[in-house]
C-alpha cells in the first residue's frame, strides 16, 4: 500500500511496520565526541574587539555566550597563529604562537577559560603537511646546502633535464600552477626544487623524516598542556608521498580524473600516515578530559576513508561525500546510508557538515539552478546567481534534517543566521590566492569567509567594535541587515531561532546517540523519511506538496511549510511519534 493510501485508510506510518530495521543502532556510552555538535569559527571574520577590521580572540570570547546557546559540545578554531597570511593563516610560521592580528597567549588561555565556564571545548586547527616559507625551519632549509639536515625537513628534489630546470615531477598545485618552486642558492644560481601541494609560500614537510614526527608532538603537547579539546587536521591525508615521487596523471585533488582512479594518487592516503596518527592518539590518551582528533581528508571511496578514524587512529573524520551531496532525495539517502554502514563497521561515529570555509554556503549552494559554482570554490559577478528565497529555504530544511542524524554536526559560523555567500564582491577585494594563481579563472574562497553580521544598524553590522572602525578585510554586502544577529535574536521566525530551538531538541532527546530507520513508504518518493527514536524526520525534496502522517509536529524549517496535513516542497518536519 503506497504512503497516500496509508493516509487515508488512516494507518499510522509512525509504526515500527511502516520502517525498514535500524540502519544504525544507538550510541552506548558517554563518549562527548560521537553525538558532538562544534562550531567552526574561522577569527579573522568572527568579531573584531579592537577596530582593526580583522576578527581576533577577544573577540571571540566575548560572544562564547551566543555560541553556547545554540547547544554545541566544542568549537573549533581556524588558525590563529603567527603567519604572514597569504593563506587565510594556513600558512603557519610559528604553530606555538598567537599572531599578533588575533592577540596573545594570554587571550587564547582567556578564552579556553570562558569556554570552559560554559562547558564548551576549544579545538585548534593543526596544519601539518605544510607550514609557511617564513617559518625558522624553512628559512633555515633555504639557507643550508642540499643534502642537509635542515632541507631534509622539507621536500627538495634536484630538477629533471640536463640542467635541472624542469620540475622534479608533473605535480600541480590545489591552487593551479606547478607544485613545485626552485630555489636560488647564496652564489646566486638555480639550485634545488620544493614541493608545496599548496601556494608556493607553503613547503610541504618531510613527515618520512624522525625530526619532522617530532617537532609536531611538541607542538600537540604544547597546546594539549593549555587544555584544548583536541585538533582538526588539515589535509590530514596528505602528509607522506609515495616513495619516488611518481609522475600523476589524475587531479591535483587527488581525485579520479581521465581513468586515473583517486586512491592512486602518490600525494594522498599513503599507507605509513596512519602510524603518525596512532602516535597523535596515544599522546592525547595521556591527557584528561576525552580530547580528540578530527581528520580533514579528501578520501574515497567512503569506506576508504573509514581507515583514518579506526580505535587506534582520528576520534573523527570530516564527511565531504555528504558535504557535497545535491539536492536530490535519492543522492541523500544513499550518502547517510553509505556514511552510516561505513564508520559503523570500525565502531566510528559519522560526521555530518553543510558548510565550511573552503565551499560556497549552503544557503546559496542550493539555490543554484544552473549545477554547481565555477571550479567548485566560489561564485563570482559575471556568475549566475542563487536565488536567494530558495537557497535559503533549502538551507534550513538540510540543516533540520542534519540535526536529527545520529553522530556528530559541525557547523559553519553564521550558518545560523542563514548567511550566504558574497556572490557580487569586486575582483579587487579578494584575496584568496587561488584567484590570484589561476588569474581568477577560478573565484576562490572569499565569499564564504566574509565578516560576521551582529548588529543590524551599526557600522560593518556591529562585526567592528570600535567608535571609528577600519573597514572590514573583506567587504560586507549591503543588504546584509536582515542577517544580523540581534534582528534575528528577537525573531521567533528566524534562521538563528530555528537553530536554536532544533539543537536543543537534538541534545533533549539524545538525537544525536540515536538510531535511524528509513521509510519503507517514501524511499521510492522524493521525501527522505526516517525514524530516530521517537522522532519522524521528513524532507521534502520534490516539487509538489507531501502528505505527513499522523503525529505532534515539534519542528518545522520553515513557518507555515506545514498546512492540511501536507509538507511543502524545500521544507523539513519533525513529528513525535507514536510508541508503536
Avoid at 519542528?555 to 511549510?561: E, I, L, M, Y
Wanted: charged residues 20%; negative net charge; hydrophobic residues 40%.
Amino acid at each position: 500500500m503506497s504512503e497516500i493510501a496509508r493516509l487515508l485508510h488512516g494507518e499510522d506510518l509512525s509504526s515500527p511496520d511502516a520502517f525498514h530495521a535500524p540502519l544504525h543502532a544507538p550510541s552506548e556510552g558517554d563518549q562527548w565526541w560521537r553525538s558532538s555538535v562544534i562550531y567552526q569559527v574561522y577569527p579573522r571574520s568572527f568579531r573584531d574587539s579592537n577596530g582593526d577590521g580583522m576578527g581576533d580572540l577577544p573577540g571571540i570570547t566575548a560572544e562564547l555566550d551566543h555560541l553556547a546557546e545554540l547547544s554545541i559540545d566544542a568549537l573549533w578554531l581556524s588558525p590563529f597563529f603567527t603567519s604572514p597570511q597569504r593563506d587565510g593563516g594556513y600558512d603557519v610560521a610559528d604553530y606555538c604562537d598567537v599572531d599578533p592580528l588575533f592577540g596573545t597567549l594570554a587571550d587564547f588561555d582567556a578564552l579556553v577559560a570562558r569556554a570552559d565556564r560554559l562547558g564548551v571545548r576549544v579545538i585548534v586547527d593543526l596544519v601539518p603537511n605544510h607550514c609557511s616559507s617564513e617559518h625558522v625551519l624553512f628559512r633555515a632549509a633555504l639557507a643550508a646546502p642540499a643534502g642537509s639536515a635542515e632541507r631534509a625537513m622539507f621536500i627538495f628534489r634536484d630538477g629533471r633535464g640536463t640542467d635541472g630546470s624542469e620540475p622534479p615531477n608533473n605535480w600541480q598545485s590545489h591552487f593551479g600552477g606547478p607544485a613545485w618552486t626552485r630555489v636560488i642558492d647564496a652564489d646566486g644560481t638555480a639550485g634545488q626544487w620544493y614541493l608545496h601541494l599548496f601556494d608556493s609560500s607553503q613547503p610541504d614537510f618531510n613527515w618520512d623524516n624522525p625530526a619532522v614526527r617530532a617537532e609536531f608532538e611538541r607542538v600537540l603537547r604544547f597546546w594539549l598542556d593549555r587544555g584544548v579539546g583536541g585538533f582538526r587536521v588539515d589535509v590530514a591525508h596528505a602528509l607522506i608521498k609515495a616513495e619516488g615521487l611518481p609522475d600523476w596523471g589524475g587531479r591535483a585533488d587527488g581525485g579520479s580524473s581521465e581513468g586515473f582512479p583517486g586512491w592512486e594518487a602518490p600525494m594522498f592516503g599513503q599507507e605509513e600516515i596512519h602510524d603518525i596518527y596512532r602516535q597523535w592518539r596515544a599522546i592525547l590518551a595521556e591527557y584528561d578530559g576525552e580530547r580528540i582528533l578530527c581528520a580533514e581528508a579528501s578520501i574515497d571511496p567512503l569506506p576508504r576513508l573509514t581507515n583514518w578514524v579506526r580505535s587506534d587512529q582520528m576520534h573523527q573524520a570530516f564527511n565531504f561525500a555528504y558535504l557535497h551531496h545535491p539536492w536530490n532525495a535519492h543522492g541523500l539517502r544513499h550518502v547517510i546510508s553509505s556514511s552510516l554502514t561505513a564508520f559503523d563497521a570500525v565502531d566510528a561515529p559519522t560526521t555530518w557538515v553543510l558548510s565550511n570555509h573552503d565551499v560556497v554556503r549552503h544557503a546559496s549552494r542550493f539555490g543554484l539552478t544552473d549545477g554547481p559554482p565555477r571550479g567548485g570554490d566560489g561564485i563570482g559577478r559575471s556568475d549566475a546567481q542563487p536565488d536567494t528565497a530558495t537557497g535559503l529555504a533549502r538551507a534550513r530544511a538540510a540543516s533540520l534534517a542534519m540535526f536529527a542524524l545520529p553522530g556528530g554536526i559541525y557547523l559553519y559560523q553564521g550558518e545560523e543566521l542563514g548567511l550566504p555567500d558574497h556572490t557580487a564582491m569586486p575582483d579587487d577585494a579578494r584575496q584568496d590566492p587561488t584567484f590570484v594563481r589561476t588569474a581568477g579563472e577560478r573565484i576562490g574562497r572569499d565569499g564564504c569567509r566574509v565578516p560576521l553580521p551582529w548588529q543590524a544598524a551599526a557600522p560593518a553590522f556591529g562585526f567592528v567594535d570600535a567608535e571609528a572602525p577600519a573597514t572590514p578585510w573583506l567587504p560586507q554586502p549591503e543588504g546584509w541587515a536582515e542577517y544580523a544577529r540581534d534582528v534575528q535574536s528577537a525573531d521567533p521566525e528566524s534562521t538563528l531561532s530555528l537553530y536554536r530551538t532544533a539543537l536543543q531538541l537534538r541534545r533533549d532527546l539524545r538525537l544525536g546517540a540515536g538510531s535511524l530507520s528509513w521509510s519503507r513508504d517514501f524511499e521510492a518518493s522524493d521525501v527522505v523519511a526516517f525514524r530516530n527514536g521517537e522522532v519522524l524526520v521528513m524532507l521534502n525534496m520534490g516539487e509538489f506538496a507531501a502528505p505527513l502522517p499522523e503525529g505532534t509536529v515539534i519542528a518545522t524549517s520553515t513557518p507555515g511549510s506545514v498546512t492540511d496535513g501536507m509538507l511543502a516542497p524545500d521544507a523539513c518536519v519533525w513529528l513525535m511519534a507514536s510508541a508503536g
